[in-house]
């Protein structure tokens, strides 16, 4: 059974940094990409950014590109999200997903496996 948490939010004043990781399990084979999205209250969810584990490439959201970095780290089974340089417009609760059958993971409904989320709160 595939089981996704989220760790690593946090409050922080705008500029500051946070990082976020992804702990995934219960699954023998390679997901094909994992995603980071976000929602802030009363606004639809979305791509942050993304990241497909056959070559390791990489996909932002254009709002978050040269501040945001994601990686994965096979041997512990875990994604991360480096955030640098936050806004207060980075505020939301953010999500980490999974597929592991061959598509993208830009658009939320494309992705079947979800975490609880982590708050990210930065204040002005």
């Known amino acids: 059974q595939v089981q996704l948490v989220e760790s690593g939010g946090g409050s922080v004043q705008a500029g500051g940094s946070l990082r976020l990781s992804c702990a995934a399990s219960?699954?023998?084979?390679?997901?094909?990409?994992m995603a980071w999205f976000r929602q802030a209250p009363g606004k639809e969810r979305e791509g942050v950014a993304a990241?497909?584990?056959?070559?390791?490439?990489?996909d932002y959201a254009d709002s978050v590109k040269g501040r945001f970095t994601i990686s994965e780290d096979n041997a512990k089974n875990t994604m991360y999200l480096q955030m640098n340089s936050l806004k207060p417009e980075d505020t939301a609760m953010y999500y980490c997903?999974?597929?592991?059958?061959?598509?993208?993971?830009?658009?939320?409904?494309?992705?079947?496996?979800w975490g609880q989320g982590t708050q990210v709160t930065v204040s002005s």
């Open positions: 990241i497909y584990t056959i070559g390791g490439t990489t």
């Open positions: 219960g699954y023998t084979y390679s997901s094909y990409c």
């Open positions: 997903a999974a597929r592991f059958d061959v598509g993208r993971c830009q658009d939320a409904g494309e992705l079947g496996y």
